[in-house]
């Protein structure tokens, strides 16, 4: 049980392991999501590419599975995400290359009041705008997604306008959810979280409804930590803004012939996930922490980089890891 009501949630891909679910016969997966998690985040079931397949056509199946066994499990619901470069339909891809930013604003509006309408009351928080800064080492260094998001590309005249009405539109198909920002090397304080908090206030500052930003929290072992993030939270909480842990994991580097990660790699990994937790334990506006998937049979990390993986906090048989124990013991000293 977490201290206060700080939510402690999982992502699951729910097309893949809730569909069907039924409560009288759960499988074994299913009973590790209910019993260990308050929250729940679709890994991909709300995405644009899953709910949005065709300009008339949403399809709502797997994302209704998810909140059917939050309901039966008593978990809340963290909404993921509305606007984002990444997992847009084909339809939308073809589109955007003769979009004006009036044709994006219409396409995004009907998209956002749809998705959000049909999970109103359902849905705690909401990623509204995922990913919208790009790194400091990317092409023209940290600025909005201009050129790979499209809906920030057809209005990159007024990128801030857009925004803020992507969040006032949510609000008022959802008035109850809490709506942020968020994104990945976003945890402690540095040029891409400064960019943020200059968003958070313009967007404060012209009455959107942001609630909250979001630091995704996907770590690696061949980087160092940056333990600024608490106070990069209490920045961000200053604004009276909630914020939250979004999608916790911390890869392992693999080497040639290595069938496991080495007790040492083991304990750091337990010491990234433990210090995300104290931060948002020790930030009372942390709202949420969330880990991307709760067992190695099930990360996304091998697909994407080959060369690390074991990220997660239970092994393929969901044999918990140190990471598990050490947020269990913080939570319990909390
Ligand atoms: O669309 C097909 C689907 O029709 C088919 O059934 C399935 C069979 O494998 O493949 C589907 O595509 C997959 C897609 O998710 C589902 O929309 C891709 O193979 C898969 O690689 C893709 O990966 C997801 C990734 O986002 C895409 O960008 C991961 O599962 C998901 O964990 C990851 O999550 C993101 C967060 O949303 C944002 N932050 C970073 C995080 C990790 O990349």
Redesign the pocket.
Known sequence: QAPRDLAIGS?V?A?QHLVGYDAAAPTEFQEVLAGQFSSLTP??DM?W??VHPAPDVYDFTSADALIAFAKANHQQVRG??LLWH??NPAWVTAASATWTCDDARAVLEDHIRTVVGHFKGEIYEWDVA??IFQDEWDNGGVKLRTTANPFLKACAADPVGLLADAFRWAHEADPDAVLFLND?NAEGINAKTDAYYALAQQLLAAGAPLGGFGA?G?LSLLYGFDTSIQANFERFAALGLKVAVT?ADVRIPLQAGETGPTPEQVAVQAERYDAMLQACLNVTACSSFTV?GFSDAYS?VP??FPGEGWATISDEEFTPKPAFDALLGSLHDA
Do not use: L, M
């Open positions: 992502a891909w097309q890994e991909n995405k590419d899953a993921h995400t990444s997992q995922n990913e990945y995704q996907h999608e991307w996304w697909g994407v």
